[in-house]
């Protein structure tokens, strides 16, 4: 399982300071049960997202905090440095909200088995892999790439098109519906952090389109089986109403599989970079129009 050497050429020529912002949201107050436009689906779908975040970001957290230890301290390598260390800081302020969220959902009789199953599978990876690697933060920042461009794309599905037809959020109710496309424009900001660490660490395109497959594999089992956890707690997985906005979401005029699948097979590509795709203004864009929900911190 050693990983070669042979990088591949493309590495961001380009590494902007990142933000890390305190949001503007209370969430003490809990919301409602079906918080997304009333719709039974699109809500357990979106619950079970935030679910595996926190265990999931400081998986993130913890692969760029590996790759920055081992990048060397050269005037080359300090602008990623420096957007590593925002990335760090937007990821753990993510953490932070969704586990407040989370906390929520147990309270509504929801069940998150995802996160004690990631956190197992983490454990599992570090013992009986990554610690057999000769450089286990390769290994760890393909993972993590590979998630960060399922939630660029996710960022970009919930940016591109706000209020319209293909807006997942545009019934949804506050706080939840600010706290999502904060969290969409972040990960759009941030999508090319991981990626460029382990192409600047000479991390390859064979592992990188390994840990690819894999995580998409498990991702989508992941969500599936939570979304229908979810909708069993909630007593609606049973309802045609379910069933048909699913059906809707996934496969309708505005359906995800076929908003995601160019971006995907671009992830693919020997010469792929995370700005190829996706766009370049949509996450700027809502930033700017809402900074009144935001504050700057520790800048
Ligand atoms: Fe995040
Ligand atoms: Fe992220």
Not at 6 to 33: C, E, H, M, N
């Amino acid at each position: 399982m050693e990983h070669s050497h042979t990088a591949s050429p493309q590495i961001a020529a380009t590494t902007a300071k990142l933000t890390v912002r305190r949001l503007g949201v209370d969430l003490s107050q809990g919301f409602s049960r079906h918080w997304n436009g009333g719709d039974a689906f699109l809500t357990a779908y979106c619950n079970a997202l935030s679910m595996s975040f926190p265990v999931g970001e400081q998986f993130f957290v913890d692969s760029v905090k590996a790759g920055l230890k081992a990048l060397p301290d050269t005037p080359d390598n300090a602008a990623l440095r420096e957007t590593a260390k925002g990335f760090i800081g937007q990821e753990a302020t993510h953490r932070r909200l969704h586990s407040l969220y989370n906390a929520h959902l147990l309270k509504q009789g929801l069940h998150n088995a995802w996160e004690p199953r990631t956190a197992q599978r983490i454990a599992k990876a570090h013992q009986d892999f990554f610690s057999k690697s000769d450089k286990p933060y390769l290994h760890m920042l393909a993972v993590t790439a590979a998630f960060e461009h399922y939630t660029a794309i996710f960022g970009d599905l919930t940016l591109e098109d706000l209020d319209g037809p293909g807006d997942m959020f545009a019934h949804a109710e506050e706080p939840l519906k600010t706290l999502w496309r904060w969290h969409a424009a972040e990960e759009s900001e941030h999508k090319t952090v991981a990626f460029d660490l382990y192409q600047r660490l000479g991390g390859n395109h064979g592992w990188r389109l390994r840990w690819f497959t894999f995580v998409s594999v498990q991702f989508t089992l992941d969500i599936i089986r939570q979304t229908v956890n979810n909708l069993r707690h909630d007593q609606t997985l049973h309802k045609p109403s379910t069933w048909w906005s699913a059906f809707k979401f996934t496969f309708g005029t505005h359906g995800l599989v076929w908003r995601v699948v160019k971006p995907l097979l671009a992830y693919r590509r020997q010469d792929f970079h995370p700005n190829d795709v996706g766009s370049p203004t949509a996450a700027t864009n809502w930033l700017t129009r809402h900074a009144d929900r935001w504050t700057p911190v520790g800048q």
